[in-house]
């Protein structure tokens, strides 16, 4: 196991409304990334945080927010729910975000949008 | 732009058999790394390996090796003595010095025969 935790595992939620997915990062990580996964897709890079500041940002609109804390989990929060948001969202730890820093991920939740 | 390209959508090999997954990638970023990544059906991804660009030798973990030709902007991924618990999707993704974020393929699923 990875050390990274998410929270919840699956989630069903009605079009229109909002969703906030939570991630544990490992321990002594202090760089959390975000990703979409659509089915029979590869992931996409919807933000990084470090040291609780957003520090890069995928092609995705501002209903997607997200917010790191000082223990450095996160947050990813998305609004006005819309039914192509289903999908798997994968959290990614890592010490840095260095090139060579691989990143261990969650276990990941997937949404199901109504 | 950054890209992945994975032209193998699904693989069926005998058990014990080696088998080679293919990644090309296209960046102009004069540093970037490459890594494989395991994603079984349960969902998480799994780190496997890991190469950089200026790295002169190959990459292997245990039975893993990666057969990085630069030239050719390939980095294909090498199970040998394939067991059934490696069957599972396989993720080949970029991290490029100009951005923070990891570039994925579309994946190739892999099923091993006993």
């Known amino acids: 196991e990875t050390g990274v935790t998410q929270s919840p595992t699956h989630l069903i939620k009605t079009r229109g409304q909002q969703v906030t997915l939570r991630c544990s990062s490992q321990s002594g990580h202090n760089t959390v990334s975000w990703y979409q996964q659509a089915l029979g897709q590869g992931p996409q890079f919807i933000f990084q945080y470090y040291r609780e500041e957003e520090n890069g940002r995928g092609n995705f609109p501002p209903r997607f927010s997200g917010l790191q804390f000082p223990n450095y989990s996160s947050e990813l929060n998305v609004n006005a729910l819309e039914l192509d948001d289903s999908a798997l969202y994968l959290c990614a730890s890592s010490g840095t975000g260095d090139l060579n820093t691989e990143a261990f991920f969650g276990q990941g939740t997937r949404l199901t949008v109504v | 732009a950054q890209k992945i390209t994975q032209t193998q959508p699904g693989m069926f090999v005998q058990e014990k058999e080696a088998v080679t997954l293919d990644c090309t990638y296209d960046?102009?970023?004069?540093?970037?790394?490459l890594f494989w990544y395991k994603q079984p059906s349960s969902g998480e991804m799994i780190f496997l390996i890991y190469q950089g660009s200026y790295d002169q030798q190959n990459a292997t973990e245990g039975r893993y090796s990666l057969n990085f030709q630069k030239a050719r902007k390939s980095a294909n991924l090498v199970i040998s003595a394939s067991q059934l618990g490696d069957s599972a999707m396989y993720f080949c993704?970029?991290?490029?010095?100009?951005?923070?974020?990891?570039?994925w393929g579309a994946g190739t699923k892999l099923i091993i025969k006993p």
């Open positions: 960046t102009s970023d004069p540093s970037y790394g």
């Open positions: 993704a970029m991290r490029g010095d100009s951005n923070y974020q990891l570039i």
